[in-house]
């Protein structure tokens, strides 16, 4: 089945570590997105790329990094630079074409302390 | 993107039809109107979009203004099973401009049996 991986669902880390938070999708999408939600709160944009080997900062990029060298991953990089890393991630795909909907991931859950 | 505004919560009785409102009143003639709903700890489910003319799909209906500023989402016989938050976005435009998908905090509908 097609579709969008994230992994893994939950993940912990002490503060001051570097994660990466893996997004695969075998959809043949151009355009990946990454969102931050915390609790009782909307999707916030973080980074989002239209095709390989480009990407734009969203809203809220500061202490965050992404690549984007294969079209099927988008991985994103929490750095410690951000001051409330604890949240939940979301990555989706699109095909680019501007009605097109975002297919989304099930999320991974980071939890820092 | 324009923005979306939407009441951030709403009850409806099991069984009966449930009528979601989204004012989007900046809304530019190319944007797309989108809904999403998302069940706790999971990513957004993508439910239904249009343009200008009503649609319908397996899941819901879209009803759109014709002034296009305004717009409701139908669940036609709710179930325990539609309590979630549910988000509506515009979406659409030239020059790549179409890819910064923005989400509000959407309308946690719960269903009552």
């Known amino acids: 089945d097609g579709g969008i991986t994230q992994s893994p669902k939950y993940l912990f880390r002490k503060e001051g570590q570097n994660v990466t938070l893996s997004c695969e999708q075998n959809l043949n999408h151009d355009a990946m997105y990454w969102y931050r939600q915390d609790p009782g709160q909307g999707l916030r944009l973080i980074y989002y790329?239209?095709?390989?080997?480009?990407?734009q900062k969203g809203d809220i990029a500061e202490g965050y990094s992404v690549s984007r060298e294969k079209k099927e991953s988008f991985p994103l990089t929490v750095t410690s630079a951000q001051k409330n890393p604890t949240a939940f991630y979301l990555c989706?795909?699109?095909?680019?074409?501007?009605?097109?909907?975002?297919?989304f991931g099930n999320g991974t859950r980071l939890t820092v302390t | 993107d324009a923005k979306t505004t939407q009441p951030p919560s709403m009850d409806c009785a099991e069984g009966r039809a449930a009528n979601l409102p989204c004012n989007h009143s900046t809304i530019s003639g190319n944007e797309y109107v989108y809904w999403y709903r998302q069940i706790h700890s999971q990513g957004p489910q993508y439910i239904i979009h249009?343009?200008?003319n009503n649609e319908t799909n397996e899941m819901a209906s879209l009803i759109i203004t014709e002034d296009r500023k305004s717009s409701t989402l139908i669940l036609p016989h709710a179930t325990l099973r539609d309590t979630a938050v549910y988000y509506c976005?515009?979406?659409?435009?030239?020059?790549?401009?179409?890819?910064?998908?923005?989400f509000g905090t959407g309308t946690k509908l719960q269903v009552i049996p």
């Open positions: 989706a795909s699109s095909s680019g074409q501007y009605n097109s909907p975002l297919h």
């Open positions: 249009g343009l200008k």
């Open positions: 976005i515009v979406r659409g435009g030239g020059s790549g401009g179409y890819q910064k998908v923005t």
């Open positions: 790329s239209q095709i390989v080997n480009d990407f």
